[in-house]
């Protein structure tokens, strides 16, 4: 089942750097391109190495296991020698650049993490193993091989021993899920996301105690509402000014209204719950009042004809 997992996950990859469009992209972020200084170069070379995933995991698939076979041991070596070669590169650009991102699957901005490195190992692991097992000079473990002890080829496997196959399957996924530092929006995040509507957030056990959401927090939450795209032609500046009041977080901005033809300076200011942010809601229930900078008059909202800044022209 090993080669099944392996071409799985070689076959996603190098899909992912042979014809995705982020690959030219991504291309100047990577430990690669501060090694080749061109990032048409390293374009090239994360093609090239794609196109090698792709035929490694093709050949994994579509050869039978069988023993003595050196054809059959053949796309098990590639990916052994695919596996060492990522080890020596990650390796080098741990050392050079070890903020940039590796470029594995052409759509991870991530530093290269102990994650990389395991995943890497993985592959060196699973090609050894795809190997050894066509070649006869090793068992795999839950019917790798069959009662005369030659090496089966996996859709075998699956046929012989269902249940032990699709666990295994399972597992190997899940933990190559988990190395995949570009897949953690998938599963990371909404993990968080459950825990939180489980556990609650420590937002709200800190606001329990005292202490209310981070400023940040709730400029961002309002920044996503309803209500701020409706004030937006009429703010002009960032935060300028913030206090709490009997549990609301009252945020000040500068802005400018237009009435009677005059532009006249205002003062724009949103009331959200103190307590929340953009993990407990996505639809706050914010106030706003528009108030005369001069005057301290509140603006009506029916009389309110925002001040729209001018279009600039487009070239060409």
Known sequence: MVPLVLAGLLGWTGAVK????????????????????????????????????????????????????????????????????????????????????????????????????????????????????????????????????????????????????????????????????????????????????????????AAARGSAVPVAATVELLERSLAWQAASPVVRSGLVDHWDEDGWRILQFTGVYEEGGAARPVAVLFALDATVSTDTTAEPAVRIAIVDADTGETVAAELLSPAVRPALPLAG
């Open 18 to 205: 042979l014809f995705g469009r982020g690959t030219v992209r991504q291309a100047p972020k990577t430990a690669l391109a501060r090694m080749l200084r061109s990032s048409e170069r390293t374009v090239l070379v994360l093609r090239t190495v794609g196109a090698a995933e792709l035929v490694a995991a093709v050949g994994l698939l579509a050869l039978p296991a069988s023993e003595g076979s050196t054809a059959a041991a053949a796309p098990g070596v590639a990916a052994a020698a695919l596996g060492a070669g990522f080890l020596g590169y990650l390796a080098r650009a741990r050392a050079t650049a070890p903020e940039s991102s590796c470029g594995c699957s052409a759509g991870d901005d991530a530093p290269i993490t102990w994650r990389t490195f395991a995943r890497a190992a993985a592959v060196l692991a699973g090609g050894t193993v795809s190997a050894a097992c066509a070649l006869g000079a090793a068992g795999m473990p839950g019917g790798s091989t069959g009662t005369d002890g030659a090496a089966q080829p996996w859709w075998t496997v699956i046929q012989e021993q269902p249940f032990v196959s699709l666990g295994f399957l399972l597992l190997s996924s899940a933990v190559l899920v988990g190395l995949s530092a570009d897949l953690d929006r998938w599963w990371r995040l909404p993990l968080r996301r459950f825990r939180l509507r489980l556990f609650g957030h420590p937002f709200n056990s």
